[in-house]
């Protein structure tokens, strides 16, 4: 059965421990929520049907596809995201998969470094989190919080308080909301906690500040 695909593209990873390397990233339409800051929206609906050998022959042609990175809309919604996965691993690729975490995300091959993007209360999705998944969660993934307000730093503080004890500390990512709170604002957040997390900036938006799509 073919996956419908919004995008592939090829671009500097700009989020994650990747950030700065040169990824190739494979959008999946079609998302179960509706966060208050979503930036994809165009990827709700649009989208191409493509089997899993169109999609191989896509990302074979870009000059350096070490890394893949599979996102959304949320990629759990689809059957096929785990076999997709599977091929990608198989050829001896990284693959990296964004996911909202309101999904199983043990659905997936423990070799895929699934990065899960916690819903804090800004979002207005914080009651769709699958607290299960913090437990499947594997030393080698990441999770990230969009910070928009202190209710979200606070609500963060306390998500990671459960955490896995093997789960590094240094892939828990904070990033700020655009617009919302300075990226200075929780540098200076973090610095006094001393928490040993991460701040987290979305680096293509520094690179290409005016594109919105295929970066
Ligand atoms: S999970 Fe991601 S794609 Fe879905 S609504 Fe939230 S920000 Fe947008």
Redesign the pocket.
């Known amino acids: 059965m073919p996956l419908k695909i919004n995008e592939i593209f090829y671009s500097i990873q700009g989020e994650s421990l990747y950030a700065g390397l040169p990824c190739v990233f494979i959008r999946l339409t079609g ?5 208050a ?5 165009y ?2 609906d649009d989208g191409t049907g493509m089997t899993i050998p169109d999609i191989l022959r896509q990302v074979e042609g870009y000059p350096a596809a070490a890394i893949v990175e599979i ?4 990629p759990l919604l689809q059957e096929e995201t785990p076999a997709l996965v599977d091929r990608l691993l198989d050829q001896g690729r990284t693959v990296l998969m ?3 975490g ?1 999904l199983d995300i043990s659905r997936i091959d423990s070799r895929c470094i699934r990065i899960m ?1 916690i ?1 804090s209360p800004s ?1 207005l ?1 914080e009651s769709y989190n699958d607290p299960n998944n913090l437990l499947r969660l594997a030393p080698h993934d990441q999770i990230k919080f ?1 910070i928009g307000t202190p209710g979200d730093y606070t609500f963060a503080l306390n998500v990671i308080k459960r955490l896995p004890p093997d789960f590094p500390r240094s892939s828990v990512l904070f990033s700020p909301a655009f617009g919302s709170v300075s990226p200075d604002l929780l540098a200076r957040w973090i610095l006094r906690d001393g928490i040993g997390i991460r701040l987290h900036l979305q680096l293509h938006k520094l690179i290409w500040p005016n594109v919105d799509r295929g970066v």
């Open positions: 998302c179960n929520l509706r966060c800051y979503c930036d994809t929206r990827a709700y996102t959304g809309g949320e964004e996911t909202n309101s993007d819903k979002s999705m969009i």
